[in-house]
Nanobody
Framework: QVQLVESGGGLVQGGESLRLSCAASGRTFSLDAFAWFRQAPGKERELVAA????????YYLNSVKGRFTISRDNAKNTVYLQMNSLKPDDTAVYYC????????????????WGQGTQVTVSS
């Protein structure tokens, strides 16, 4: 049973930083891509960043480029999202997701999801 457990969300002021973690368990992930999605109230879910487990291919949403960094620690089966210079528009529930195969921007292709962690950025 694959499990994804997110942590690291919280309430911060604009300009501050947070680091989200996603701990994965239940199988080996050497063929998997991991992603961070977010969903704000009244808005559609969007892909924020994604990383392939072995190849190092990375995707970023345009609005977070230069501010967010996705990384992974293969030995710990953990993926991180370092978020700097946070803005009120970054406020959302952030979800970790995994799929076997390459990075995809289509959330429907991700098989497993975490429970989500709330990120709130005040102005």
């Amino acid at each position: 049973q694959v499990q994804l457990v997110e942590s690291g969300g919280g309430l911060v002021q604009g300009g501050e930083s947070l680091r989200l973690s996603c701990a994965a368990s239940g199988r080996t992930f050497s063929l998997d891509a991991f992603a961070w999605f977010r969903q704000a109230p009244g808005k559609e879910r969007e892909l924020v960043a994604a990383i392939s487990w072995a190849g190092g291919s990375i995707y970023y949403l345009n609005s977070v480029k230069g501010r967010f960094t996705i990384s992974r620690d293969n030995a710990k089966n953990t993926v991180y999202l370092q978020m700097n210079s946070l803005k009120p528009d970054d406020t959302a529930v952030y979800y970790c997701a995994v799929r076997r195969g390459p990075i995809s921007t289509n959330g429907n292709l991700y098989n497993y999801w975490g429970q989500g962690t709330q990120v709130t950025v005040s102005s």
